[in-house]
């Protein structure tokens, strides 16, 4: 990969990691991370290399702290329309390929976002979390109104964002943002356990499987139920099954090919 100002991007072992790299300004989000992560997710889309990517961020305080403050003033209802970053983290819950967020800190407001676009977020134990927009008068305009009340229920993302409430590592659990909490040193590694399970299992099977539960929670019950018949439909006409049923009965590990 190009080198980049705001952010690191490295390929191990099928395994994409994007770090935001801005440790004195809390890893907060500006126009040119965005752009930059951007440009990393276009490049490894159709990557054979990058099965999955893992969102952190630099240092041990922050995953990301948010936007960046000073350059909110400059926001006007151009750029408001625009919808940069909703947009992006709209690419990032479409994403052909499974994504997530290891929260190394505190993650806020577009921070928190970006992790609730990936489809698993994990902790470290001195993770913070919370949509404080309302504090600055505006309100989380990259999907956190619409991304937390999905994962959390409406109750407690109303009362979290009219309060700015901010959630331990531990409260974060509880209310089912994370799936796990590591410790700081443990962090990368359990988030590389996640992904290399998932990696194991059939990249198309993984990849209609996020298809149809993304697009699933959406819908009725009943037109979940025919994307879930209609993608296991075409899984079967796929060679991926055919291994996956042939190691399973040779008691072998599979070999996929994504095909």
Known sequence: MSEFDTIVAEVEGQIGTITINRPDKRNALSKTVLSEVRQVLDTWRDDPEVGAIVFTG??????????DISQLAHYDLPYGLSATMQ?????????????????????????????????????????????????????????????LSRLVG???AVEMILTSRILSATEALDYGLVTGIYSQ????GGARDIVEKILSKGPLAIQLAKLVITNGAE???????????????????TDDKAEGADAFLSKRTPQFQGK
Do not use: H
């Open 58 to 67: 630099a240092g041990e305080k922050a995953f990301v702290a948010g936007a």
């Open 87 to 147: 947009k992006l983290y709209d690419e990032i819950e479409a994403y052909p390929k499974p994504t997530l967020a290891a929260l190394n800190g505190v993650a806020m407001g577009g921070g928190l976002e970006l992790a609730m676009s990936c489809d698993i977020r994990i902790a470290s134990d001195n993770t913070k979390v919370g949509l404080p927009e309302t504090t600055l008068g505006v309100l989380p305009g990259a999907g956190g109104t619409q991304r």
């Open 154 to 156: 409406k109750g407690r």
């Open 185 to 188: 040193e443990e962090l990368l």
């Open 219 to 237: 819908t009725d019950q009943r037109t979940g139920l025919l994307l879930e018949r209609l993608a296991q439909t075409l899984l079967y006409t």
